[in-house]
Nanobody, 116 residues
Framework: QVQLVESGGGLVQAGGSLRLSCVAS????????MGWYRQAQGNQRELVAF???????NYVDSVKGRFTISRDNAKNTMYLQMNSLKAEDTAVYYC??????????WGQGTQVTVSS
């Protein structure tokens, strides 16, 4: 498995931006898919976006055009750039990593709060 440490959450006004980071304890070149889930209070965890080792990306419809996922293998880090934030984006965001032949690894979560 891999240890993941998230940062970048916080409180922002609607229309603002945040960038979440997820630093891995091993080279991301050895990791297949990486991505972000979020869980709002009272809701189920929702897949927001993921990125493959080759750089292909996928987003949930509600964030398309506003969020951008990327990974920097030189820094062993994945990012989620979130623009035009809305109140409904408020949630705890969790990053994950899929290492071959290992259970999925999860970060500890970072709170994003968007005030309207």
């Amino acid at each position: 498995q891999v240890q993941l440490v998230e940062s970048g959450g916080g409180l922002v006004q609607a229309g603002g931006s945040l960038r979440l980071s997820c630093v891995a304890s091993r080279t991301t070149l050895s990791i297949n898919d990486m991505g972000w889930y979020r869980q709002a209070q009272g809701n189920q965890r929702e897949l927001v976006a993921f990125i493959t080792r080759s750089g292909a990306t996928n987003y949930v419809d509600s964030v398309k055009g506003r969020f951008t996922i990327s990974r920097d293998n030189a820094k062993n880090t994945m990012y989620l750039q979130m623009n035009s934030l809305k109140a409904e984006d408020t949630a705890v965001y969790y990053c994950y990593a899929d290492v071959p032949y290992r259970p999925r690894s999860w970060g500890q979560g970072t709170q994003v709060t968007v005030s309207s």
